[in-house]
């Protein structure tokens, strides 16, 4: 008879036997929270409320913006005016200018020019003469370029400003231009405030509406991080036994 022998082992993992207690304790807790006590969103808007000055400010931009400014209204119509030669030939004082101008210079003839020449003509007793009527027509002539000199200075010096106006009007007319594009500006930048704050608003309901699609799978992650992973402990069992053979030799 013949005799043999037989060895076997095995493993296996358990929470370590101290943690026991406080892991049923955490189960039991942690399925409570989940079962009993739903996840719930902040009650209250996470949007900030509207300022009243922000919005009485919009509206004014508005009633601005759709109503325009007889301000500037009236300088667009006087540069348009300015520069089409509307205001040439209008000064009301210009003419009341010149007259007191050439009256000066009429009455200066009369009591100084014209009684010299008479006088000279009169004591050589030559009034009436070809000499004294040439001389009366050469000082009549020279009456008349200066009264036309005055004209010229006083009419010409004011179409030169009229035509400095003209330009300069011009020169400003694209500043006119541009400020037809400041009211549409305004009001797009009101509307672009408005359309942010409304997509805050939808912002919002997204994400109440995803908090409460996921609000389950969170609670459950809740749950498996409340839990955790247990310590484990490891063990090993080994067993032997013996076997015999009869054997008839």
């Given at each position: 008879?013949?005799?043999?022998?037989?060895?076997s082992s095995s493993s296996f993992s358990r929470p370590w036997r101290e943690q026991a207690p406080y892991l049923k304790d955490i189960y039991s807790r942690a399925q409570q929270q989940v079962g009993n006590v739903p996840l719930s969103y902040y009650p209250g808007s996470t949007i900030a409320g509207r300022d009243p000055a922000t919005l009485s400010g919009e509206q004014a931009i508005i009633d601005r913006a759709?109503?325009?400014?007889?301000?500037?209204?009236?300088?667009r119509?006087?540069?348009?005016?300015?520069?089409r030669g509307d205001r040439f030939n209008t000064n009301p004082?210009?003419?009341k200018t010149f007259n007191r101008a050439a009256e000066g210079v009429t009455r200066s003839f009369n009591r100084a020019v014209l009684p010299q020449l008479e006088s000279r003509f009169a004591g050589s007793n030559r009034l009436?003469?070809?000499?004294?009527?040439?001389?009366?027509g050469e000082a009549g002539r020279a009456l008349g370029g200066e009264l036309s000199g005055l004209a010229e200075r006083i009419y010409a010096g004011d179409y030169q400003q009229e035509r400095d106006r003209q330009a300069a009007a011009a020169a400003g007319a694209p500043e006119y231009a541009a400020a037809d594009y400041m009211d549409p500006a305004m009001l797009q930048q009101v509307g672009a405030g408005r359309e942010a704050y409304s997509q805050q608003q939808i912002n919002d309901l997204i994400k109440r509406f995803e908090f409460a699609r996921d609000e389950p799978a969170t609670r459950i992650a809740n749950y498996s991080r409340l839990v955790g992973a247990p310590v484990q402990e490891s063990a090993s069992k080994s067993s032997s036994f013996s076997m015999g053979i009869l054997s008839n030799i």
């Open positions: 008879m013949a005799q043999g022998s037989s060895s759709t109503g325009g400014s007889s301000l500037l209204d009236a300088g119509s006087e540069t348009e005016a300015t520069i004082h210009l003419d009436g003469s070809g000499a004294h009527i040439g001389a009366l």
